[in-house]
């Protein structure tokens, strides 16, 4: 988020959250709200992001039409919920839910973080510190010209495969890439999967709150998983959902949600407290997600070094390829 996307990293997300929770709470109206968060907002991102809301709340438009004018800054989670909310008129409470959400998701990938530092480290100590330290060794350059050249290296070698990666994170077309390959990877493919979930979850409890009908809560909550098998089984739900089929009985079909989230929907249903239950599914699938968090270390420096390889390989074609076209072009053009 932010280098390779334009939309707002997790943790900009939880303080936009939470400030907007705590000046709504305060009794202070949205609009006035973003007024007061562009006097304040540092960075870039901000200052992007909400003079367009705010121009659009001072002519008279809803939150939800505000917000989908910067769809291309703000996660779609965030904006369905906040959707959800102008619907049902209770901006405070989905906020309230927006904070808590951005906040355990910022806890999970700090710990996942903290999992993945050493081999991380280890894989730049190998590619970066000591191909530099044993080339600087037996260089005949100054120190500073040595660097410089190394840092050219890096950035021949590297560079266009950089290059082309932001370019299709930029044109949102990394994913298609991304999404299968993350979807089956060991302790990645289980936590996404896990997260997609509690996403779910979370989404449907405030569609639900908000009034909307089964099939447009189970549409929105699945679009926002970004997982694309999942989302593709989560609307297998809704034709059944709409022959009348309960929905923990159409949500158990799709076989893809654990026993246990069935079982607290089919409660929840029984009990008229739908939007409750899928709260607490959303809290215990974030813990579930959690959990992998220990093995994270050992699986990830084999898929590091692998993706890593895999990197080098396309960083090598792809230097290959932009040598040949500006030799090609010399030939076009030898003055």
Known sequence: MGIFSPKLS???MAHLSQMLLTLTKGGIPILRAFTLLQEEAHGRPYRKLLPPIIDALQRGETLAA???TQSKYLPDLFVEMMVAGDISGKHEAVLEEAARHYAQVLEIQRLYLRGAMYPILLLITALI??????GLLFTKHSVEWYS????????RQYGPMFLVIWILARLNLLRYITDPIFSRLWVVAKFWRRFALARFCRCMAIMLDAGLGLRQAIERSAAVTTHPQLKRALCKAVPMVQRGVPLDEALNATGILPEMVTNMVHMGETAGRS???FHKCADYLYAEAMHPVQTIGIGLEAYLILLLFC???LS???????RALVEMLAAFWPG
Request: glycine share 6%; hydrophobic share 65%.
């Open 10 to 12: 997790t943790k900009r």
């Open 66 to 68: 505000a917000l989908r």
């Open 129 to 134: 510190i000591i191909p530099y330290v044993r």
């Open 148 to 155: 410089l050249l190394f840092l050219w290296g890096l950035v």
């Open 275 to 277: 939007e409750e239950m």
């Open 311 to 313: 990197l080098w390989i």
């Open 316 to 322: 090598m074609v792809l230097g290959m390829a932009v």
